[in-house]
């Protein structure tokens, strides 16, 4: 799941390329744990907005909630230091 996008412009072409980042300019190639959270919230206003239910029924989307909420509220912090950087203020290197 990426952490955010990159915008690239190519004024030749007069066009621009999305690029997913997985974590690779984060601080230490660390992606942030709780930029999960940030696809269940746009799911939720995307629902909330247009009334549609069918992306959030679907199963995979169901069993991605399910994976995300289990990696980010998972017991361990002793394993996952990164669990308890809020919105990446701070990086374990």
Do not use: N
């Not at 996008?5 to 190639?29: L, N």
């Not at 959030?56 to 230091?81: N, V, Y």
């Not at 308890?84 to 203020?89: F, G, I, T, W």
């Amino acid at each position: 799941m990426p952490a955010s996008f990159k915008v690239f412009h190519v004024p030749v072409r007069k066009t621009d390329t999305i690029v997913a980042d997985f974590g690779e300019s984060a601080m230490g190639r660390v992606a942030c744990i709780d930029s999960g959270f940030w696809w269940i919230i746009f799911l939720r206003a995307y629902t909330k907005s247009t009334g549609d239910l069918t992306l959030a029924e679907t199963p995979k989307c169901q069993k991605g909630m399910r994976l995300i909420l289990s990696l980010c509220l998972s017991e361990g912090f002793d394993t996952f230091p990164t669990l308890l950087c809020a919105d990446c203020c701070s990086m374990i290197d």
